[in-house]
């Protein structure tokens, strides 16, 4: 099929306008070798915009403070009836709306770092989103994000133009970089769409020949790329896929992205890094305590990532998901029935080879002194670090200090986190 | 309407122009100053060009023309006066978008929620029909449609939907049609500076007037008069919750109290509405009002301002902003305690002035002017803007009081502006785009849903931008793979007709083709199309890709060519991406 398209647009002149003088030499070696994935370590992000309430997602129920803080806000403490935390090691408990979570934990597969985020003290989310994006908190100058760094430590020309790819319409901060990466709203969008046959074919290889010979970099670039994907993934045709038996992503755009990013993997095309976002966590007023605002995000959040798990089956192995969010909130609810912009906040890591089961980091405590500008959950873990620890043994990086210049990476905390 | 304009405001320059038959020599000028580009400044084509480009949504067929005979000079002064510009063809558009002339409380009443209209179809036996899991009958779900539109009609009931889509519908409509063009493009630039989210509760009903209202009128005016319009737009109130937030001490009484919890209230776990006397601050707005509005992120505040500064607006609120209502200040919620923000003390018993004292320091500010300055300039200059230009702009911002009108007008009359390397030189956004392909092909628009569809596609949905930030302005946020793929198929879409709501005409573009080769017919094109500035690699693709179909019709001369592929193929193009 392929080899029949390039010699008739051969014949029709196209050959000669360089069109193909860069195809992917990663096309052919995929039809030597089909399993591009096999064995190599895939790292799917979420990003929470918005700053989520990490105290009501993992639930502190073991201290007073909490409910003296929270007082209609606080989720009820396990047995308590309905709405209750979900108890998980007995002194915290996981927000009823994270159920789906609990059979992964239960299963050893999901690990919570608690009261871990930026150690910068900004309340803005853009910069703060900027700075978990960056990996260098209170530096502005940093002109690449961290995962492409990631992505930089090892630049294959021949690589997957699906090594990296982003569910969204933009390519988020963390993405951005010298690395090549790739951006998508949907997997059945992915394509020049000029009718058919020929003459369809004709007008991709023009758009093709027009962007490889433009002058501006960036365009130059994001065309090459755009265009190795495309005809990558006419070939794999991803388009039938049947998720694993008795999975169902939730109805939405959150679902739907993670569905396809579970496309992308059981499809062996090359993805290494996927990244995605949800909003919706800025909850400063009605946030709701078991239910409402927040528990709805999180019935979302949770069950969406649940079935994404489930979906990889034997994949899972090989892939570890990691959520982040730009910060916590305030420790005591606000006039609103809310919270505002606080500081630590919760991550979850989920994954085949994740030491699951457990919450790590340490957990600072809920009295007035003990809270951030006597406001806000205290920080004990920097979220570099779990990256740090992703980075190093899932990923296999020697140095993740090479990802987050500037930082020393101290895992005392999270010791253990991948099983080696 | 350009014309109508210009003869009547400045007919006289026009006939002084034609009988000295200046006009025509500025045609002879431009080949040579063309070729003396390169050697460091703008053809006086170019500047137009330059002009068309960064302060409208993109020229339309004989613009550049126009303003070549009255030059940009008068141009720009036009433009910057949209009072005196008149406006007949959008204002004939927009006749067909009701709700964009209501104001809240009528917004209100005549549209009803999703689950009122559910209710109301129930009642009828009716249900709105969704899409099944598993594929019905063909044309079943069509049928049901319909069905449920009648029934909507006969009942006299619109959702609350079509609200915030005719409002995409009309910023469409005015981005395409309007004469008024950098009044249009400087209320895209505040509407998202002081950013609301459409989708957010009340505010599905309350952007409309915001942008209207508030902002539309005062895009040249004074900066401080655009922060208290937004300050007291009850769709800012609601988007940041500011109208939320009551003093810790807050005199209020207990029937107010409790009106107040039930509109902020949701059931509880036990479903029951808790009776509840915390009470309190919300930074929210205090914050952005800071960071995004005024100072910048940078500007100089602490946690602590950020306190003070929302003590300043408690009681800034709403009166059942889901019924539409209005704004006001209640003293009641108000913190009427001394306050410190910024190092300015602002003393108790200040009521509503407080509020007022506040956006009186920050519209003042230094660091407000240069974060403006700044955000005007890489809209209009360069992704990088130069802090030379930055500090010119701050500087006449602080010396006019803020005047926005005199602020553009020293930008757009800077050396930076008209520098060579700035021309062309940045990346349109998806919004920016779509409408100047619409303009540079004459296109038809209603502005219906699929046009906007593709904005949204692309991550720029009007309305639509969740953060407080709205919606980055450089290259590097818009420039990625999945984008660009939508921009060229957004352009094939377009040509092809095969955007509902939306045609163009292309064999209207160019005459008498009849007698032309294929390849002078493509000149003729990416003349009208990008006046000729197409790389020559471009348009030796374009033309292999000519031969290419001309090979597959056996040979067939210009007739046979497919024009709205070529067409695709230029709006498609890396050159139409810039402006």
């Given amino acids: 099929m392929k080899r029949r398209y390039f010699l008739k647009n051969g014949a029709i002149g196209l050959v000669s306008l360089g069109a193909m003088t860069h195809s992917p030499s990663f096309l052919t070696r995929v039809l030597a070798q089909k399993k591009a994935n096999s064995g190599k370590k895939i790292l799917i992000a979420i990003f929470q915009r918005g700053a989520l309430d990490g105290l009501n997602a993992v639930v502190p129920y073991g201290e007073d403070e909490y409910y003296k803080l929270r007082p209609s806000l606080a989720i009820p403490r396990p047995d308590s009836g309905q709405g209750a935390a979900i108890d998980l090691d007995g002194f915290f408990g996981l927000h009823p709306a994270l159920s789906g979570f609990k059979p992964i934990y239960d299963a050893k597969q999901l690990a919570i770092i608690h009261s871990v985020g930026s150690p ?53 901060r ?35 020949a027009i962007y490889a010979q433009t002058v501006n970099e960036s365009l130059r670039n994001t065309g090459k790329e755009t265009f190795d994907a495309v005809k990558m993934l006419k070939r794999v045709n991803p388009s039938q896929y049947q998720p694993a038996a008795g999975v169902v992503y939730p109805r939405g755009q959150f679902g739907d992205r993670l569905r396809q990013i579970a496309q992308l993997i059981k499809s062996d095309l090359g993805l290494e890094v996927a990244f995605t976002d949800l909003g919706g966590w800025d909850t400063h007023a009605n946030q709701g305590a078991s239910n409402g605002q927040l528990a709805n995000r999180l019935t979302d959040f949770s069950q969406a990532i649940s079935a994404l798990y489930n979906d990889l089956q034997e994949k899972a192995e090989d892939v570890v998901i990691v959520t982040m969010t730009e910060f916590g909130r305030t420790a005591k609810e606000n006039g609103n029935r809310g919270t505002d912009h606080g500081h630590a906040s919760v991550m979850f890591c989920l994954g085949g080879r994740v030491n699951g089961g457990k919450i790590y980091g340490k957990w600072p405590g809920l009295k007035a002194e003990q809270l951030y500008e006597r406001r806000d959950l205290a920080l004990t873990t920097d979220f570099r670090d779990v990256f740090g620890e992703l980075a190093k043994n899932h990923l296999g990086v020697a140095e993740p200090e090479v990802i987050f210049p500037g930082h020393q990476i101290d895992l005392s905390n999270i010791k253990g986190l991948i099983r080696i | 309407m350009i014309k109508q304009a210009i003869i009547k405001y400045f007919s006289i320059t026009l006939i002084f122009v034609l009988a000295s038959g200046s006009a025509l020599s500025l045609a002879q000028t431009t080949q040579k100053e063309k070729a003396k580009n390169t050697a460091g400044s703008l053809s006086s084509e170019q500047k137009v060009i330059h002009m068309l480009n960064r302060i409208t949504f993109g020229p339309r067929p004989g613009d550049l023309e126009r303003v070549m005979k009255i030059g940009w000079q008068k141009y720009l002064a036009e433009q910057l006066h949209p009072e005196h510009i008149s406006d007949e063809v959008v204002g004939t558009k927009l006749k067909e978008l009701e709700s964009i002339r209501l104001d809240n409380r009528e917004l209100a009443n005549n549209y009803v929620r999703p689950n009122q209209v559910r209710r109301q179809l129930r009642n009828r036996g009716l249900e709105i029909p969704q899409p099944a899991q598993e594929p019905g009958p063909q044309g079943e779900m069509a049928r049901q449609r319909r069905e449920v539109r009648k029934a909507l009609d006969e009942m006299g009931i619109k959702p609350q939907q079509e609200i915030l889509q005719e409002l995409q519908q009309a910023k469409i409509l005015r981005a395409v049609y309007s004469e008024k063009q950098l009044q249009e493009v400087m209320t895209d630039f505040w509407f998202n500076h002081f950013n609301v989210y459409g989708r957010k509760g009340a505010d599905r009903l309350l952007t409309t007037s915001y942008e209207r209202d508030s902002i539309r009128p005062r895009v040249f005016g004074k900066f401080e008069d655009l922060l208290i319009a937004t300050a007291e737009s009850e769709a800012m109130l609601f988007y940041l919750d500011n109208w939320l937030s009551v003093s810790p001490n807050a005199q209020m009484g207990m029937n107010r109290m409790r009106r107040l919890r039930r509109m902020q209230s949701m059931p509880n776990q036990n479903g029951k509405i808790p009776n509840n006397r915390s009470r309190g601050l919300n930074e929210n707005y205090a914050r952005e009002i800071m960071e995004l509005h005024t100072l910048g992120v940078d500007g100089g505040y602490t946690q602590k301002d950020v306190q003070e500064v929302a003590r300043c607006f408690t009681g800034w609120t709403i009166r059942g902003p889901r019924a539409g209502g209005d704004f ?96 062309r030189a940045k990346i349109k956004t998806p919004f920016e785009m779509t409408v100047s392909a619409a303009r540079a092909t004459g296109a038809e628009t209603s502005g219906a849903p699929p046009f906007h569809r593709w904005i949204a596609k692309m991550g720029e949905g009007l309305y639509l931008a969740q953060p407080p930030t709205g919606y980055p302005e450089t290259a590097e946020n818009w420039v990625n793979t999945g984008a660009l793929l939508d921009r060229m198929n957004f352009a094939l879409a377009l040509s092809s007709n095969n955007i509902p709501g939306t045609r163009v005409d292309l064999d209207k573009l160019v005459s008498n083709t009849n007698s032309m080769k294929a390849s002078q017919i493509v000149d003729q094109y990416v003349r009208i199309l990008l006046r000729s500035e197409m790389s020559p690699e471009t348009r030796a693709t374009i033309d292999k890709t000519l031969n290419g179909q001309m090979a597959m019709n056996n040979g067939q001369s210009a007739p046979g060519i497919d024009i709205s592929k070529v067409v695709g193929l230029i709006l498609g193009s890396p050159e139409f991406q810039r402006q």
């Fill in chain 2, 328 to 423: 006001y200040f209640n003293q009641n919620m108000h913190d009427d305690g001394e306050k410190v923000v910024l190092g300015k003390k602002i003393p108790a018993g200040g009521g509503r002035k407080d509020g007022e004292t506040v956006i009186h320091i920050l519209a003042t500010h230094p660091a407000t002017a240069k974060f403006i300055s700044t955000k005007l300039a890489r809209k209009f200059v360069s992704d990088n803007p130069p802090q030379s230009l930055v500090d010119r702009l701050a500087g006449s911002f602080l010396k006019t009081g803020g005047d926005i009108r005199q602020v553009l007008s020293v930008l757009f009359n800077s050396p930076e502006f008209w520098a060579p390397e700035n021309y």
């Fill in chain 1, 120 to 172: 910068d003290s900004t309340r803005s989310h853009f910069d703060a989103q900027d700075y978990m994006e960056s990996g260098t908190p209170g530096v502005k100058s940093t002109t690449d994000g961290w995962l492409n760094r990631y992505l930089q430590i090892k630049i294959d020309k021949d690589a997957s133009p699906f090594r990296a790819v982003t569910f969204g319409a933009n390519l988020p």
């Fill in chain 1, 174 to 208: 963390t993405m951005q970089g010298r690395a090549p990466s790739l951006a998508m709203t949907s997997i059945n969008d992915f394509a020049i769409r000029a009718g058919g046959g020929e003459m369809g074919q004709a007008v991709q290889g023009g758009f093709e």
